[in-house]
C-alpha cells in the first residue's frame, strides 16, 4: 500500500510516495522531490506540483502524513517566515481523503527512529540496550529539539515531543560560566538553544571572537563574510574555518560547542534513562561526526559524578540518516491506516 508523506520546513519541502510491504516496513520509495518553498504562494500548491511531476493520482493513496516544523493549533500551521497557512481540512479535500495528518516536525523524527536500520547509525557508545526501554533523542539544526518515546499497550513506541531545548543552559566549567554571563548581557534568559543550535554555534564564535587569547587575530577573510555576505550560513561557514582552515577562534568555538551537546546529551541520558537508546538527530551532527567522535563528546556526556556510571549502560547513537523526519511521517501515515 502506497502513503504521502512530506517534511515541510521554513525553506523548502520534501514529499515522497512510499509503499509498504505486509511486515509494516518501508519496501520502496516510490517518488521523491524536493520543493523551494519561495517558488510557489501555498503548500496545496507543492501537492499539485508533485502530482503533475511524477504523475501520481490521488486514488493511489491510502493515507498521508506531514511533518511540519512549527506549532499545529486545531489543526492549523502559521509559519513565521512564509505567507502560509496550512489547514488539515483543506489537504484533507485536495487529496480527497481523511486519513491525513499534520505532526511536528521532531515528533516526525521520533517516528522515523522506528524505521532506521544498522547503518543509519553510528554508535558512541553500546551499552546495554533493554527491550521496550524508554527512548530519548535530541538534535541541534536550526533550533534544539528534545523528545522521548515509551512502549504503549499494544507494543508500539509512543512519542512524546517536548519543549527540552529551551531548559537553562547550565555551563560545566568556568569557560562555559563566562559564555552565559557574556549572552545574559544580550538576553534576560539562556536556554540551551542559544548555545546548542545554527545560532548556538554563531554565539560562541562571537564569544570567543570577544574574548581573544593573547596574540589570536579574527581571520579576516571569515570577518568579510560574517559582516559582508548576508547570504552565508554563518554556522557552517565557523564549523569550515575549524575543520578545513584550521582558524584557531573557530576551533576553540566548536570545541566549546561539542563540549556543550556532550554534557546536554548525559543530562537527557539521566533525565530519561533510556535504556531502549539515546539518539543524536538534526543536520549538525552528521557533519562533525569525526569531531565528536575524538573525545571531547563524549568526556563531557560521562562526567556526571557519582552518577557517571549510571549513563555507561545506555546506548548512545548519532542517526546519520537525515530523512529520517521524512520516514518518520510515511511511518506514522502508515498508522493510520492499521491503527
Given at each position: ?172 566549567d568556568d569557560l562555559q560560566i563566562e559564555l552565559l554571563r557574556y549572552l545574559r548581557r544580550k538576553a534576560h534568559r539562556v536556554s540551551y538553544e542559544r548555545v546548542l543550535s545554527g545560532l548556538g ?79 543524536i538527530v538534526g543536520g549538525i551532527a552528521p557533519k562533525l561526526l569525526p569531531q565528536i567522535q575524538k573525545g571531547k563528546f563524549m568526556e563531557t556526556y560521562a562526567d556526571k559524578g557519582r552518577m ?32
Open positions: 500500500m502506497a502513503v504521502l508523506s512530506g517534511d515541510i520546513g521554513g525553506t523548502s519541502t520534501r514529499i515522497q510516495l512510499v509503499e509498504f510491504n505486509q511486515d509494516n516496513n518501508i519496501l520502496t520509495v516510490l517518488q521523491n522531490k524536493r520543493y523551494s518553498n519561495s517558488n510557489y504562494v501555498s503548500f496545496l500548491q507543492i501537492i499539485d506540483t508533485f502530482f503533475s511531476d511524477t504523475k501520481v493520482e490521488k486514488k493511489q493513496i491510502k493515507s498521508a502524513c506531514f511533518a511540519v516544523a512549527g506549532p499545529i493549533i486545531a489543526g492549523v500551521v502559521k509559519f513565521t517566515n512564509l505567507p502560509w497557512f496550512i489547514r488539515l481540512d483543506e489537504i484533507k479535500a485536495k487529496l480527497d481523503n481523511n486519513r491525513v495528518a499534520l505532526i511536528n516536525d521532531f515528533e516526525g523524527i521520533g517516528y522515523g527512529l522506528e524505521t532506521l536500520e544498522d547503518h543509519d547509525l553510528c554508535t558512541l557508545q553500546v551499552g546495554k540496550p533493554k527491550k521496550n526501554g524508554i527512548k530519548a533523542y535530541l538534535g541541534a539544526g536550526t533550533g534544539l529539539g528534545v523528545g522521548f518515546m515509551t512502549m504503549g499497550c499494544d507494543g508500539n513506541y509512543v512519542v512524546c515531543p517536548t519543549e527540552g531545548g529551551h531548559v537553562d543552559f547550565a555551563p560545566i554555534l554563531v554565539n560562541i564564535y562571537h564569544f570567543v571572537r570577544d574574548n581573544k587569547i593573547f596574540g589570536e587575530e579574527e581571520n579576516p577573510e571569515l570577518r568579510f563574510l560574517i559582516e559582508t555576505d548576508k547570504t552565508v550560513d554563518i554556522a557552517a561557514t565557523v564549523a569550515k574555518f575549524a575543520i578545513q582552515h584550521k582558524d584557531i577562534l573557530s576551533i576553540r568555538a566548536l570545541d566549546i560547542f561539542i563540549s556543550v551537546y556532550g554534557a546536554a546529551t548525559g543530562n537527557l541520558a539521566l533525565t530519561a534513562l533510556p535504556y531502549g537508546g539515546l539518539f557517571s556510571n549510571l549513563i555507561q549502560d545506555i546506548p548512545l547513537h548519532v542517526v546519520t540518516n537525515t530523512d529520517v523526519g521524512l520516514q518518520g511521517a510515511a511511518f506514522y501515515a502508515h498508522k493510520l491506516i492499521c491503527g
